[in-house]
């Protein structure tokens, strides 16, 4: 059972578009991270939010947490080749923790 | 280490023989995740340690899957009489803690190929 949904699944735009990428599951999460992975790598923390209708700010990229802690968005300003790659949201429980259960996955792929 | 160090890289095995893949987690680090990805995909959670406890194994697929984390830090995931749907890249992650709001820090994964 895949609990966090994302879309789109692929996504090719073109260098200086604006883009979003939506996360979403009918469950409750404590926090929900965002990870970027590159061909060969693990994935890489972008960032966490905690609080439900929080919004952080990592320069181009614009990430928000749903009001009821079921959804997030990441949304990319004047997308450059190097914000290729595959984004990943994943949710955690909470209570003490354990697993993080990750979404789909959107492939971007950002061309000049 | 720096990192999560995982090996092999890369696995190339027949159907049906055993294989052990690696995870060295960053030192201090009591917490220590598997995961399994295929191309392109989100990560399917396997098994998880955390320090003493019991690990929770509830996503292992099968009984072929195992896994062991020895001294609270190195592990191993070995998959018994490997099938052709076991190919995939096999990721480990440790973290200090509760995922709630830390991080994981991913290796780089081990590329299973069943022929």
């Known amino acids: 059972t895949q609990l966090l949904e994302q879309s789109p699944q692929f996504l090719s735009i073109q260098e200086g578009e604006n883009l979003t990428v939506y996360c979403n599951s009918s469950?409750?999460?404590?926090?929900l991270q965002w990870y970027r992975q590159e061909p060969g790598e693990g994935p890489v923390l972008l960032v966490t939010?905690?609080?439900?209708?929080e919004v952080k700010k990592l320069k181009r990229l614009t990430f928000q947490f749903g009001d009821a802690r079921k959804d997030s968005s990441l949304h990319i300003t004047a997308a450059q080749p190097g914000d290729t790659g595959l984004y990943l949201c994943?949710?955690?429980?909470?209570?003490?923790?354990?697993?993080?259960?990750f979404g789909t996955g959107t492939q971007l792929k950002v061309e000049l | 280490g720096a990192g999560v160090s995982q090996s092999p890289s890369n696995k190339v095995t027949e159907k049906g023989k055993d294989v052990e893949l690696r995870c060295d987690p960053i030192?201090?680090?009591?917490?220590l995740y598997w995961y399994r990805q295929s191309l392109g995909q989100g990560l399917e959670f396997l098994i998880y340690?955390?320090?003493?406890?019991?690990?929770?194994k509830s996503g292992l697929p099968s009984d072929r899957f195992s896994a062991e984390r020895t001294g609270g830090s190195v592990s191993t995931l070995t998959i018994q009489r490997t099938q052709q749907e076991d190919s995939a890249v096999y990721l480990c992650?440790?973290?200090?803690?509760?995922?709630?709001?830390?991080?994981?820090?991913f290796g780089e994964g081990s590329r299973l190929t069943v022929l």
């Open positions: 992650a440790s973290s200090l803690g509760s995922v709630d709001t830390g991080e994981l820090f």
């Open positions: 469950s409750v999460f404590s926090s």
């Open positions: 939010v905690v609080t439900g209708g």
């Open positions: 994943a949710g955690a429980r909470g209570g003490g923790g354990n697993k993080l259960t």
């Open positions: 030192s201090g680090h009591t917490a």
């Open positions: 340690f955390q320090g003493n406890s019991a690990p929770d």
